[in-house]
Structure formats: C-alpha cells, structure tokens
C-alpha cells in the first residue's frame, strides 16, 4: 500500500478525473546503477496496464554519468561574475553559484548563455522576468545544484539535463513489458516539466498539471519514480 510523502495528497482531480499518484520508494541511485534492474525492482510488482509510470530526470542523469561533484568543477571567472546575478528561489540554488553557472557554460555554450545574460538584465529593468532561462533553454534551466534538503551524495553534486530522454522513455517501456506511458520528468515544488516520452503533447502536458504540486517531494524521501493511475470521474 503506497503511503504519500510528508505534506503531499495521493489524489488529484483534473479535468473532472481523479487520479492516483503512486510514489515508488528506491534505495539511493548510482552513477554504477542500471536503470534497467531499478525499474524492474522497483516498478514492477506496482505497475499496471494503462498506467503511466514517470522517473525524475535526475536518476536518469546520474546513471548517464551526467553529475559531478564540486570539487571537480573548476569555475571560469565569467562563472563567478554571471551567478552573483541569479534569483534564488526556495526550491533550488538554480545557476545562483559558480560550478552551476559554470556547467550552463559549457552545456550551452559561452556566446549563449551571454546573449540570455544580456536581454534578462534590460527586460528586469521593465518588470520582466524568466527570459534568461527562455534563452538559455532547457539545458540550463535543467541544471540541479546541490542543497541541504537532497540526499548524500547529491547535497554536494550539481547534476544536469539527462541525454535523448525521448529514447530512454522507449527503452524503459521495453524493459517493462507492460502497455503502459513512460515518461522522464522534472518536477519540483513550483511546476512540473516532461522531458521525453513515448506518449503525445496532448498526454504530456496533463501529466505535467497532475505532477504540478510536486507528489513525490523535494527532500530526502527516496522516491525518483512513481505511477499516475486514473481512478474515476471527479464528483
């Protein structure tokens, strides 16, 4: 029986249906992890046809090799300069310190992330806000710095935007074996993002406003996947 995470409800209604979110619980995730063996783990015995499974973009990064510890990050000096100007926000540190700016660099391209630097300072002027990751694009906005509330190893890791998300979504839904969507999601207290599926726009973008209040939590809860289900019409 799936318990929901500290603060979180298991059920939404959206657009008069009701649906189930299931957190799947897994130890903590690897670089020498295969994705493969944690989902038929983990997922498995949960999983039913019709479901729609999603996996955080940040498992998926982390066993590509896409995460990287502090100390191996060596920040340029425009690093430095550029993330003195960041907002912060309370769900993550963003590209608001040097080694995360500095991975934006090199993910992006210097030329890039300057022109988005650029047009975010004038448009700022005029009350304007989000431009910088407009331009940028989904790399930057994708970069996960380490904070207090991520589980060790992670609270000192920055880790970016998983590689073709599109065709790791296809080679879960093999590896399952079952007729169910699979999608890799970035999701966080303020919003929810599909990265890549084997579904449509259409079902993508009601899988973001399911996961829109965040189910799985921010913190230290160990659940990087889980199980939309549709239960029934909302009364």
Known sequence: MSTPNEGKQLTISVSGVEYQRIPIKTHTVMPDDDLSEVVIKYATPVLED??????????????????????????????????????????????????????????????????????????????????????????????????????????????????????????????????VAVMIVDINDFGGNVLGSTSDKAQERLVAEILSDNPLGQGHQSTPMGIIRPLRAAV
Not at 145 to 171: A, E, H, M, W
Request: hydrophobic share 40%; glycine share 12%; charged share 25%.
């Open 50 to 179: 019709g479901d729609i499974f999603f996996i955080t973009e940040k498992i998926v990064a982390i066993i590509q090799g896409r995460s990287y510890s502090l100390d191996e990050i060596k920040p340029r000096k425009l690093a430095v300069f550029l993330s003195k100007y960041v907002t912060k926000t309370s769900y993550g540190i963003g590209l608001g310190i040097p080694e995360t700016m500095e991975m934006a660099l090199r993910e992006c391209g210097t030329p890039r992330i300057l022109f988005a630097a650029g047009v975010a300072a004038v448009t700022k002027l005029f009350g304007r806000k989000g431009d910088f990751y407009r331009i940028a694009g989904d790399l930057a906005r994708g970069i996960d710095g380490p904070t207090q509330g991520t589980i060790p190893p992670y609270n000192q890791r920055v880790v970016l935007v998983p590689r073709n998300p599109d065709g790791v979504s296809q080679d879960v839904r093999r590896v399952l074996g079952k007729d």
